[in-house]
């Protein structure tokens, strides 16, 4: 296990995830990628047929990279990486899809990530992003509940 990847979305759980891939790295000497990623809206139409406008969320994007950046440098901050070599980054995009893709661009061999307690109901009308990175991952995820400590 040389890389391991924490996906991090500012959550308890995904702090608790971070602070576990910490063990499992320095048991393993492995180096840490820590990312979170911001989910840029779909664009959004409206007007008549013919007439209409585009809403630019260029501008959002930013103001929410620059909150995702300040989140992930906070609990960062919080960690002890004594002898662990990690990096961080904030990507932009659909989160289960950006995890999936930096796993595989950066040769990730296991991801460590948090499950908030969604219901089953509303797991299956919501979707999970960390249901569908299990699903599609080509590397093993170690999957921490919210009830673990």
Known sequence: MKKILVPIDGSPVSIIAAEKAVELAKQNNSELRFITVVKVPDIVRYGE???????????????????????????????????????????????YEEILKYADEENCDFIVMGRRGFSKIKRFFIGSVTQRVISNSSCPVLVINETEK
């Open 49 to 95: 047929e013919g007439v209409g406008y585009v809403v630019d969320y260029t501008k959002s994007n930013a103001e929410l990279t620059k909150q995702q950046t300040k989140m992930l440098d906070n609990i960062i901050a919080e960690i002890d990486f004594s002898g662990i070599k990690f990096e961080k980054k904030v990507l932009l995009g659909e989160p």
